[in-house]
């Protein structure tokens, strides 16, 4: 990365020339935009500090075992157990993750190594439109169209884990895709050149080398998409059914951390509230935690791309 | 193996055909499906009307109005700064520490998810500086949620302009604000549109986070500091509460229709880009 240095003209001074300013603008403007960059930085930071402040006292009170292993939520007796809730988020995440990456992973391989670039223009701004849609949206066909499916076909009520999977797959799908192509598309070329010229069909190549070099960034996507499902909170609340409780089939209906804090937020108050914050702290905890590796391991490719 | 290396790619090559062509089914059927429902209720008094009984009946004018400040102030406040982040990022340093804890620090915040968006405005707009449940809190906060979008698209926009424009006018006696304003930015700036429509698209489609900050009141909001129920809001009120089926398709075909139109322009915007730097 090279920087460009101004070339610095001195034309011959005017008699009139103006007296040398003190402060110097370019300076003076190179300050303004770093303190406007780091809004986003003290936004993360403010965010982090507020949620925790109002949500990490009643952990404390509570105990943070209890919190959350504890099953009972009755927030008006002051029992706050979030266990149910962490099982339901884990569940339509673990389910969502099934359709959106093979899905996902489906149309991106498709994109980058067997679709003609006129069909590319057509299905890639498609799957971003998926992207745009309002979360109520999916929500809405969710319980118009997939919910009475399920409990026609299935059995049970129909809002479940089940449902909940099958939008957020859907939801989380052009993510996936979007990062794995970008993997994909940043496999050197003589990799597969190479696998080619050994004789290798096009298929072959793909599996046998262009995942595998691509893996770290596929990796990534996955994990972020991962980060979209557990935030997700509309959809879900619309198709999930929302009971507290440990989902024992796929059928059963659940609730999420996300729905947790949507449903209730509107007339919690006091500890109620404050719980609602905690649960927030917990959905943050987990969030972070699957940004930070999914940002280590494509740390990871890039330093193994400079390496080549 | 069972199979020759020429069926088993026919096969794979085929299911992926089939995953693609369901993932654009399901978009189509989306789309068709709320169109289809919603587009015969939604007439011109529909959109110019205020809603009657909790928006059994009436229109959804005030939404609409609502929608637009909300959204429209957010990437007020988030286009500048998001803009002047990228320039900072790509013009005015070099890579090291302090663009990687910048960069770390969009990332990461667009990861967050908008429920946890809305609790923050809730807690700090709202209540800690008592701007109450208003249009400003709302735009506050989804400005905080679209930066890093803003920010990401600009910095590729700014990055795709060629080295050698930006040495010709250090060339000519430029200033470096000079060449950023003169040069580079009126070079970017289709592909920053870009990145300033989407985020106008994603602040439209929002609920989670508005629902808590912006409110659910009926009426038109007189100013920023009053509440305001946004169209995604009113859809999902609407369809939960079963208030009015008929009204919750024709907001919803409102609100994919804005949508559409949205993706569309930022999608005619980045070709026109593409083009311009190519």
């Known amino acids: 990365m090279t920087i460009h240095q101004p070339i610095e003209i001195h034309a011959p001074a005017p008699a009139d020339h103006p007296p040398r300013r003190l402060i110097n603008p370019e300076a003076l403007i190179s300050a303004i935009l770093a303190l406007m960059a780091l809004s986003a930085l003290s936004g993360l930071f403010i965010i982090t500090a507020f949620i925790f402040k109002e949500g990490v006292p009643i952990i404390a009170k509570v105990g943070i075992r209890r919190f959350i292993f504890s099953s009972d939520w009755y ?7 979030i266990f149910p809730m962490i099982v339901g988020s884990l569940a339509v995440t673990a389910g969502a993750m099934v359709i959106g990456v093979i899905f996902g992973l489906g149309c991106a391989i498709l994109l980058t190594q067997f679709c003609p670039p006129r069909l590319v223009s057509i299905i890639k701004p498609s799957i971003e439109l998926l992207a745009g849609i309002p979360s109520v949206v999916y929500g809405f066909i969710g319980v118009a169209i997939l919910v009475p499916f399920i409990r026609d076909h299935l059995g049970g009520p129909g809002l479940s884990v089940l449902a909940s999977s099958i939008v957020l797959g859907v939801m989380t799908l052009p ?17 597969i050149e190479g696998a080619i010229a050994l004789g290798a069909t096009q298929w072959q190549t793909t599996h046998m080398v262009t995942l595998k070099a691509a893996r770290s960034g596929i990796v990534a996507a996955v994990i972020l998409g991962m980060g979209r499902a557990v935030g997700e909170t509309m959809a879900v609340i619309m198709v999930a059914g929302n009971t507290i409780d440990i989902p024992h089939s796929i059928l059963d209906p659940v609730r999420t951390l996300t729905s947790n804090i949507a449903l209730e937020m509107s007339y919690a108050a006091g500890d109620h509230r404050k719980a609602l914050f905690a649960t927030g702290v917990t959905l943050f905890v987990i969030i972070m935690s699957l940004n930070t590796i999914a940002l280590a391991v494509s740390r990871r490719r890039t330093g193994k791309v400079y390496a080549k | 193996m069972l199979l020759s290396p020429k069926r088993s790619q026919f096969l794979a090559v085929s299911v992926m055909w089939l995953l693609a062509a369901l993932t654009l089914g399901v978009l189509v059927f989306i789309i068709g499906f709320i169109l289809v429902q919603g587009l015969p209720h939604l007439t011109w008094t529909f959109l110019s009307e205020s809603p009657r009984s909790m928006g059994r009946e009436g229109g959804i004018l005030p939404m609409i109005v609502g929608t637009l400040w909300v959204a429209g102030l957010a990437v007020l406040i988030a286009g500048p700064i998001g ?77 795709a302009v060629p080295k050698s424009y930006r040495d010709v006018s250090f060339g000519l006696g430029s200033t470096r604000w000079q060449m950023v304003t003169w040069v580079v930015l009126r070079c970017a700036l289709p592909g920053i549109g870009t990145g300033i429509v989407l985020a106008l698209g994603r602040s439209i489609s929002e609920t989670a986070a508005v629902m808590l900050t912006a409110g659910s009141a009926l009426g038109f909001p007189r100013s920023i500091y009053e509440s305001s129920r946004t169209l995604a809001l009113h859809f999902y009120i609407l369809s939960r509460e079963g208030i009015s089926m008929t009204n919750a398709y024709a907001t919803a075909s409102a609100l994919i229709i804005a949508i559409l139109a949205i993706n569309l322009f930022a999608y005619w915007l980045m070709r026109r880009f593409v083009a311009k730097v190519a």
Do not use: H, N, W
């Open chain 2, 83 to 159: 803009v002047a982040t990228a320039i900072y990022l790509t013009e005015y340093t070099r890579e090291g520490r302090f663009t990687a804890i910048i960069r770390f620090g969009a990332d990461c915040l667009a990861g967050i998810p908008s429920i946890i968006f809305g609790l923050f405005g809730f807690v700090f707009f709202v209540i800690t500086l008592g701007m109450g449940l208003s249009v400003l809190s709302g735009a506050l906060t989804l400005a905080l949620m679209v930066l890093p979008t803003i920010v990401r698209t600009s910095e590729e926009a700014i990055r």
């Open chain 1, 175 to 191: 993510t996936i895709t979007s990062i794995s192509v970008d993997a994909l598309q940043s496999v050197p070329k003589s990799y």
């Open chain 1, 75 to 81: 927030p008006l007796e002051g029992a706050f157990g």
